[in-house]
């Protein structure tokens, strides 16, 4: 069952290529879309949302504190 997690509080000017590899971390990402100062991450992998949602929860990444939250519904 796929997964999406929504991204929040990107930095200014990040793209999808810049913050793919930190996603690709905790799971194979199939997805990955940066719309301004949020995104949203696709996976296979139903257990990537809970392990990145916990991981990344306030993540520093270019001086800004990443957030993440699971996407209930997803089709």
């Known amino acids: 069952m796929p997964a999406k997690v929504f991204v929040g509080n990107l930095?200014?000017?990040v793209t999808s290529e810049m913050i793919r590899p930190l996603f690709e971390h905790y799971g194979p990402v199939t997805e990955c879309d940066v719309l301004g100062s949020f995104g949203f991450v696709v996976s296979i992998q139903h257990n990537f949302a809970v392990t990145l949602v916990f991981s990344i929860f306030k993540y520093d990444f270019?001086?800004?504190f990443v957030v993440a939250t699971r996407v209930r519904r997803f089709t």
Do not use: F, I, L, V
Request: hydrophobic share 35%; no cysteine.
């Open 11 to 13: 930095p200014y000017g």
């Open 62 to 64: 270019m001086s800004a």
